[in-house]
């Protein structure tokens, strides 16, 4: 396995109040705890910092080659570029994937390839038809997805005082962790 790996966890919506933000911060406690720090860390990534407009590059992302025209698009570029592979915390909205994720992800292209992805999701269902839909989308960049997922409901792990995820939840979080550091050590030298 290579000597480090920096691995982001995408906070994925930028709704107001999202319910993201508590869930991301909940999977950087778990990752803290991990005991591979001195080789593994782990970066919160707020898309909403990166005010990202919709389809704003007129070259098509394939084709730009990293060269991006707007400057929101290439701090975005150089921040996914520099991490060898992600965590999506994804709510789903409408029975699919958030607007503001998609567009961030469609928005660059070269530099999702051959790095590895993991999903912590959460809505009425837990998030699963979300996550369905990003193992589609997410193939297409040459992303490789982690089978383990976490599946947080809006009915089950939250109550009157906010995120409170059950027992279970942690255990599941650490095998997404366990399972991107896995693959994304493998794929690192695939990036030369």
Same mark, same amino acid.
């Given at each position: 396995?290579?000597?480090?790996?920096?691995?982001?966890?995408?906070?994925?919506?930028? $709704?107001?109040?999202?319910?993201?933000?508590?869930?991301?911060?909940?999977?950087?406690?778990?990752?803290?705890?991990?005991?591979?720090?001195?080789?593994?860390?782990?970066?919160?990534?707020?898309?909403?910092?990166?005010? /990202?407009?919709?389809? !704003?590059?007129?070259?098509?992302?394939?084709?730009?080659?990293?060269? &991006?025209?707007?400057?929101?698009? $290439?701090?975005?570029?150089?921040?996914?570029?520099?991490?060898?592979?992600?965590?999506?915390?994804?709510?789903? &909205?409408?029975?699919?994937?958030?607007?503001?994720?998609?567009?961030?992800?469609?928005?660059?292209?070269?530099?999702?390839?051959?790095?590895?992805?993991?999903?912590?999701? &959460?809505?009425?269902?837990?998030?699963?038809?979300?996550?369905?839909?990003?193992? !589609?989308?997410?193939?297409?960049?040459?992303?490789?997805?982690?089978?383990?997922?976490?599946?947080?409901? /809006?009915?089950?792990?939250?109550?009157?005082?906010?995120?409170?995820?059950?027992?279970?939840?942690?255990?599941?979080?650490?095998?997404?962790?366990?399972?991107?550091?896995?693959?994304?050590? /493998?794929?690192?030298?695939?990036?030369?």
């Amino acid at each position: 396995m290579p000597d480090s790996l920096t691995i982001g966890v995408i906070l994925g919506s930028t $709704r107001p109040g999202r319910n993201g933000e508590a869930v991301a911060n909940w999977v950087m406690e778990i990752a803290a705890g991990r005991d591979d720090g001195d080789r593994v860390r782990f970066e919160l990534v707020d898309l909403a910092e990166f005010n /990202l407009p919709l389809l !704003c590059e007129p070259t098509v992302p394939g084709a730009a080659n990293r060269q &991006y025209e707007r400057p929101e698009t $290439r701090a975005w570029s150089a921040r996914i570029d520099a991490l060898d592979g992600f965590v999506f915390v994804t709510p789903e &909205y409408n029975h699919g994937v958030p607007a503001a994720l998609k567009n961030a992800f469609d928005v660059i292209y070269p530099e999702w390839g051959d790095k590895a992805v993991g999903f912590v999701a &959460y809505g009425a269902d837990g998030g699963v038809r979300a996550v369905e839909q990003w193992r !589609c989308i997410s193939a297409n960049a040459h992303l490789y997805d982690v089978r383990a997922q976490v599946a947080l409901s /809006l009915f089950q792990d939250w109550g009157e005082n906010g995120f409170a995820p059950i027992e279970r939840r942690a255990n599941e979080a650490m095998g997404v962790l366990d399972a991107v550091v896995k693959l994304s050590g /493998l794929l690192k030298p695939q990036r030369g």
